[in-house]
T-cell receptor, first 109, second 114 residues
Framework: AQRVTQPEKLLSVFKGAPVELKCNYS??????LFWYVQYSRQRLQLLLR??SRESIKGFTADLNKGETSFHLKKPFAQEEDSAMYYC???????????FGQGTTLQVKP | EPEVTQTPSHQVTQMGQEVILRCVPI?????FYWYRQILGQKVEFLVS????????KSEIFDDQFSVERPDGSNFTLKIRSTKLEDSAMYFC????????????FGAGTRLSVL
């Protein structure tokens, strides 16, 4: 079964603290994984994808095929990072995205 | 920067009525998608569309749903006879390719079925 799991509905941290948003997936093929972010009153937008191996806004994510995980990390959270974060994978050849349930990150001052 | 545009932002309808949700994808994109998110639940895939035909649809996308690209710029989702459980946020997305390409999302249409 194709599935993305984000176990935490809400993650609350203080500014400057490290952040790790968990994502696990189930997919039979070779997954293409993404993190999308939705800031308050804005549209869903891509944060990063595993294929590009880049750091965006200080966030990184490493694909661990052994643990079937794609956790999102940032060493020092900022208040502007407060948002809803969705982990997603592309399933099949048509580009269908399968999303996790989303994690709300709340960064307190 | 080009954006995917969706109209209306909020649609209220009576159960059993037909609704059409409209989307204008980014102009050089070839692949189009509809997703929905029921309040408090995850974003779910509905349908993908390429070369003027459906390339994949989910179990949710039954005979009550249809999609169309009527004029080369708009991409519409029609629900023929709305049910209460169709109340959700509907997102349109477009991309230049499928497997490795970024999907760009519209701001969504909130559909409320009364």
């Amino acid at each position: 079964a194709q599935r993305v799991t984000q176990p935490e509905k809400l993650l609350s941290v203080f500014k400057g603290a490290p952040v790790e948003l968990k994502c696990n997936y189930s997919y039979s093929g070779s997954p293409e994984l993404f993190w999308y972010v939705q800031y308050s009153r804005q549209r869903l937008q891509l944060l990063l994808r595993h294929i590009s191996r880049e750091s965006i806004k200080g966030f990184t994510a490493d694909l661990n095929k052994g643990e079937t995980s794609f956790h999102l990390k940032k060493p020092f959270a900022q208040e502007e990072d407060s948002a809803m974060y969705y982990c997603a994978l592309i399933a099949g050849n048509t580009g269908k995205l399968i999303f996790g349930q989303g994690t709300t990150l709340q960064v307190k001052p | 920067e080009p954006e995917v545009t969706q109209t209306p932002s909020h649609q209220v309808t009576q159960m059993g009525q037909e609704v059409i949700l409209r989307c204008v994808p980014i102009s050089n994109h070839l692949y189009f998608y509809w997703y929905r998110q029921i309040l408090g639940q995850k974003v779910e895939f509905l349908v993908s569309f390429y070369n003027n035909e459906i390339s994949e649809k989910s179990e949710i996308f039954d005979d009550q749903f249809s999609v169309e690209r009527p004029d080369g710029s708009n991409f519409t989702l029609k629900i023929r006879s709305t049910k209460l459980e169709d109340s959700a946020m509907y997102f349109c997305a477009s991309s230049t390719g499928t497997i490795k390409n970024i999907q760009y999302f519209g701001a969504g249409t909130r559909l409320s079925v009364l």
